[in-house]
């Protein structure tokens, strides 16, 4: 068997090192001067060293407990204005916190610099919020208005929504936000957003070809300040029957959805960007279940048909919609992971969290025990959370 397959390294150095060699007689070792005197060519001595293998995240993650998995998968929402209330949840090793209400405090980022410096193993929390603008801003007072997605379509070029993005974001990144759940590739032109058109103005337009313009200049905007977007809501949640939040919502119907509605989610894919928010709504034509629960809609379509390989998001399982399918959330969790989704989301009082956590990721670690959901899958749903955030384990 050669050196290089069975693990190791040919080194060669100078003959006037002095190297140890075996003995001419396989005795004793000589110095490699010695070996010259006595007829060897030292011009190039060989050496055999074992080459120390690669180190990578998923050598590193398949030593991880299910429960470590499992907690890298989970967001867990705060308010704003107490974030270090889920401190037990990022020291346990929660991959995510989101962020909820409608001002910031002036002292957000050292309240997260001091809640992300706890979490386990040193691998912080994704710190997200909803900054879309318009109807939907959750940090304005501290990092500038925006106007709605259909009101920059009426107001300014790509070029300006690109810039001000930009100009967001970097406020964000410094109060230690690293990930904005906008833009919306929704197609809509309707009056919300609303309790019965959950989208409305917070879409750039009905025409998939403006959405998709505009909606690239915002993403490309967060990151060039270095936040991560999040395209959403796949695979359109434009038009929709309801608001999700509150009931069991349809889309148009898929063969409509095909024609137009994944052209912006279809775009923001091949242009690289890094992240993607399912609907809870139900896809007609394609999925019985919300949208977020679907293997055909995660798998098939997101997946396997897009090419998508990056970080798949769903929207809270909180939602009515999940609930009225019959599902709450640690039950939903399992079964979004296991359809493909990264990471789950959920929405309660800040006094739930920890049991909603709690019983999520024992959900999580017992289907892995049961054989309902492949360890194999929450890994692969934990290295994407990793790449997500650029996290190096071997570092």
């Known amino acids: 068997m050669s050196l290089e397959r069975s693990g190791y390294l040919l080194v060669a150095c100078a003959g006037s090192l002095a190297m140890m060699l075996p003995g001419p007689t396989g005795g004793a070792a000589v110095p490699a001067t010695a070996a010259t005197a006595s007829g060897r060519d030292s011009s190039l001595v060989a050496r055999a060293l074992p080459v120390a293998a690669a180190c990578t995240n998923a050598q590193r993650v398949e030593s991880w407990s299910l429960r ?10 705060v308010q704003e204005s107490n974030v270090a209330a889920v401190t037990p949840e990022v020291h346990a090793g ?12 002036a002292e957000l980022r050292s309240a997260l610099r001091t809640l992300t410096s706890k979490a386990l193993g040193g691998v912080p929390p ?12 959750r940090m304005a007072n501290l990092v500038g208005s925006m106007p709605s997605a259909r009101t920059m379509v009426a107001t300014m070029t790509p070029r300006q929504v690109r810039r001000l993005a930009t100009r967001v974001g970097a406020r964000m990144r410094d109060a230690h936000v690293t990930m904005d759940l906008a833009p919306v590739l929704d197609l809509d032109g309707g009056a919300g957003p609303n309790t019965t058109d959950a989208i409305g103005a917070r879409s750039f337009s009905l025409d998939p070809e403006v959405t998709t313009r ?7 905007g967060m990151l060039a300040a ?3 977007p999040v395209v959403k809501h796949f695979p359109g949640l434009g038009q929709a029957t309801a608001s999700t939040d509150l009931e069991p919502a349809w889309t148009r119907p898929w063969s409509d959805l095909q024609r137009r509605g994944l052209e912006p989610f279809s775009a923001a894919i091949d242009a690289g ?9 139900r896809v007609p034509g394609l999925t019985t279940l919300p949208a977020t629960l679907s293997f055909e809609v995660n798998r098939q379509v997101l997946r396997q048909r897009l090419g998508f390989h990056g970080l798949v998001l769903t929207d809270s399982l909180s939602a009515g919609a999940v609930r009225r399918a019959g599902y709450h ?3 939903a969790s399992v079964r979004a992971i296991r359809v493909g989704a990264d990471m789950v989301l959920f929405a309660t009082t800040t006094a739930e969290v920890p049991d909603v956590t709690r019983r999520t990721v024992r959900a999580m670690v017992n289907a892995v025990h049961t054989g309902l959901l492949p360890r194999s899958r929450l890994q692969n749903a934990a290295l994407h959370v990793l790449r997500a955030k650029h996290v190096e384990l071997c570092r």
């Open 329 to 331: 959330v640690p039950a």
């Open 226 to 228: 270095d936040v991560i």
């Open 273 to 281: 960007m890094p992240a993607v928010m399912v609907t809870n709504a």
């Open 126 to 137: 994704l710190v997200m919020t909803d900054e879309e603008g318009g109807a939907v801003q």
């Open 68 to 77: 470590r998995l499992a907690d890298q998968t989970v967001t867990v929402p």
């Open 94 to 105: 929660a991959g995510g916190v989101i962020l909820f209400g409608d001002r910031a405090p």
């Open 214 to 220: 505009y909606g690239l200049a915002f993403a490309r």
